[in-house]
């Protein structure tokens, strides 16, 4: 069956410090890899994806995870964390032979000390 | 319109009624998706439709919960005989053949 790990229930940075949120997963196919940032009382926003190709990809606001099948990982990083970074952050694994249907990890709350 | 909608954002009702949700995904997207936010169980999966075919409904809890598509676009998630375990946040998705979902704002269901 397919499951994502997140691994960190919280982290708090500093801001300008980097960042790196770990995310594992077990996937009985070839895996679409995605990262959804949550703002307090909002939906879900796409980060950036990974289905096939170059295996670091970049997403939007800065992002960017890099996908290691061997370790059945996708982290995601940013080198300078914002204040306005602060959120819950999901990773999620989906694909055709699953109807495309997401399996989410238990999220990532992100705190920035100023 | 430019995203998903859903409606009402906000919902409390009491214990033992019906509840109805409803999504407007993005239009001519063909597959739309219903998920459930709740503290104890995080993100779950609900019910998934393709087009015109027959609906995944794999992620239902109970046969408390049903859902529908009319005209392969507005969807309506219904609960009936609502329960205080029920109380989450329902977020709707919708995608393209892409695959990239795009979700709505949710809709914050309280069962009191």
């Known amino acids: 069956a397919q499951s994502v790990t997140q691994p960190d229930i919280h982290i708090t940075v500093s801001e300008g410090a980097s960042l790196e949120l770990r995310c594992n997963y077990s996937?009985?196919?070839?895996?679409?890899l995605f990262w959804y940032v949550q703002s307090p009382g909002q939906g879900l926003q796409l980060l950036l994806k990974y289905f096939s190709g170059d295996t670091l990809v970049q997403g939007i606001k800065g992002f960017e995870a890099e996908f290691k099948r061997s370790q059945s990982s996708f982290n995601l990083r940013k080198p300078s964390v914002h204040w306005s970074d602060a959120a819950e952050y999901f990773c999620a694994v989906g694909g055709v032979e699953y109807g495309n249907k997401l399996v989410f990890g238990a999220g990532t709350i992100l705190r920035v000390k100023s | 319109g430019a995203g998903v909608s859903q409606s009402p954002s906000n919902k409390v009702t009491e214990k033992g009624k019906d509840v109805e949700l409803r999504c407007d995904p993005i239009s001519g997207h063909t597959a739309l998706y219903w998920y459930r936010q709740s503290l104890g169980q995080g993100l779950e999966f609900l019910i998934y439709?393709?087009?015109?075919?027959?609906?995944?409904k794999s992620g239902l809890p109970s046969d408390r919960f049903s859902a529908e598509r009319t005209g392969g676009s507005v969807s309506t998630l219904t609960i009936q005989r609502t329960q205080q375990e029920d109380s989450a946040v329902y977020l709707c998705?919708?995608?393209?053949?892409?695959?990239?979902?795009?979700f709505g704002p949710g809709t914050r269901l309280t069962v009191l």
């Open positions: 998705a919708s995608s393209s053949y892409s695959g990239e979902q795009f």
């Open positions: 439709f393709q087009g015109n075919s027959a609906p995944d």
């Open positions: 996937y009985g196919a070839t895996p679409y």
